[in-house]
Structure formats: structure tokens, C-alpha cells
T-cell receptor, first 114, second 113 residues
Framework: GAGVSQSPSNKVTEKGKDVELRCDPI?????LYWYRQSLGQGLEFLIY????????KSGLPSDRFSAERTGGSVSTLTIQRTQQEDSAVYLC????????????FGPGTRLTVT | RKEVEQDPGPFNVPEGATVAFNCTYS??????FFWYRQDCRKEPKLLMS???SGNEDGRFTAQLNRASQYISLLIRDSKLSDSATYLC??????????????FGKGTSLLVTP
């Protein structure tokens, strides 16, 4: 079956522009996670959705970051007024209700802010 | 202090060698433990779960010591295709972050002919 998909796969943007990253989880997966991986760093958890609800947004790096999920499916991560330190690979993962601890990752969006 | 610590390596080993990776974690409330594999410029992929009783999947053996908060991965008869970064992952649960994964920075393995 189809895995987690993300778009775009690569995004180059100028400092100060807004970007929107999209994640399509595996069909039927109720939980969705966003992570980011900066060069030479480990994966950093950003936000978690159970259904359409994100209980805690404090993991987002700054108030320029926002995320939403609609219909219990697609999620978007929006970064406003991008900065160079936002350059990273943004990864989305989803998991099922039956096996909530096993997450399947999408291929990521590689964001470069120039 | 980072919650999950791993030796970054790199580990350079010849084909056929046995190699072991270790990992320690700080959150005693962690409930689930995994090894993920990440190839260069690819997403992480689940390699195996880790259980207290120890578990084996072909050439791979994982062990968990909850008392010492220590996880290991043993790869026997290493293949060129095993070259990758191996990520130690722990998985505490809380209502705000669900089962968000805490990743180590990874251990790099290069298997040479």
C-alpha cells in the first residue's frame, strides 16, 4: 500500500518568504508527527496530531511555525518569514491506533533558505 | 543532557565482521525502544524493536537493559549493504507528544570490501 508522502521534496526559498510543507499519512493512521533534521543534528520532534488535534505546540521552534491537520488526514506545516536557520529536512511520520509506537516516515522535504 | 546518547562513530569494518552499537537513555519512563536505519539523504526506516528479553532478526540482535537504561545492537556477518547510520530511539508516552520518538544522533557504519 501507499506509504507516507510529502511535498514538495525540495524547496529553495528566499529569507523572509513563507513556505508550506505538506504531509499525506498512511490511510487510516490516526497519529501524525512532524520532525526536523538539521545538518549534523539528530531528529528533533516538532508536533504531534491525534486526529485533527495537536495537544501541545511548544515543540515548534518559534511562533513563525504553525501546523494543522484536516479531516484526520493531510497535514501542513507552515513557516512564516523563513530564516536561514530553518534550513533542514522536515520529516512527517504516521502511526496506527493498533501499533501507536511504530512510526513510518515520509521521504521528507528538504528546505533551503537562501 | 541529551536524552538518548550514542557513539557517533564512524565504525569502519570489513565485510563479514561483527559490530556492536550501544546507546544509553535518560528517561526511565520510556516504554518502547527501537533501532532505525537511515541511509544517506533518506528517511529513517524501522530496523527492529527492542525488547527486554532480547530479540533477533536474522543477522541482527537487539538487547535492552532497563536497569542500566542501555540498549545495544549487534550485527553479525556484516554486508556492504549494512553501511548506513543506525539510530537508537526511545519512545516515552505523554498526552502532549503522544508516542513522539526521541532519537539519538546516530552511529555511522561503513562496511568495506
Amino acid at each position: 500500500g501507499a506509504g507516507v508522502s510529502q511535498s514538495p521534496s525540495n524547496k529553495v526559498t528566499e529569507k523572509g518568504k513563507d513556505v508550506e510543507l505538506r504531509c499525506d499519512p498512511i490511510s487510516g493512521h490516526t497519529a501524525l508527527y512532524w520532525y526536523r533534521q538539521s545538518l549534523g543534528q539528530g531528529l528533533e520532534f516538532l508536533i504531534y496530531f491525534q486526529g485533527n488535534s495537536a495537544p501541545d505546540k511548544s515543540g515548534l521552534p518559534s511562533d513563525r511555525f504553525s501546523a494543522e491537520r484536516t479531516g484526520g488526514s493531510v497535514s501542513t506545516l507552515t513557516i512564516q518569514r523563513t530564516q536561514q536557520e530553518d534550513s533542514a529536512v522536515y520529516l512527517c511520520a504516521s502511526s496506527s491506533r493498533d501499533r501507536p509506537y511504530e512510526q513510518y516516515f515520509g521521504p521528507g522535504t528538504r528546505l533551503t533558505v537562501t | 543532557r541529551k536524552e538518548v546518547e550514542q557513539d557517533p562513530g564512524p565504525f569502519n569494518v570489513p565485510e563479514g565482521a561483527t559490530v556492536a552499537f550501544n546507546c544509553t537513555y535518560s528517561n526511565s519512563a520510556s516504554q518502547s525502544f527501537f533501532w532505525y536505519r537511515q541511509d544517506c539523504r533518506k528517511e529513517p526506516k524501522l530496523l527492529m524493536s527492542v525488547y527486554s528479553s532480547g530479540n533477533e532478526d536474522g543477522r541482527f540482535t537487539a538487547q535492552l537493559n532497563r536497569a542500566s537504561q542501555y540498549i545495544s545492537l549487534l550485527i553479525r556477518d556484516s554486508k556492504l549493504s549494512d553501511s548506513a547510520t543506525y539510530l537508537c530511539v526511545v519512545n516515552p508516552w505523554d498526552s502532549n507528544s503522544g508516542y513522539a520518538l526521541n532519537f539519538g544522533k546516530g552511529t555511522s557504519l561503513l562496511v568495506t570490501p
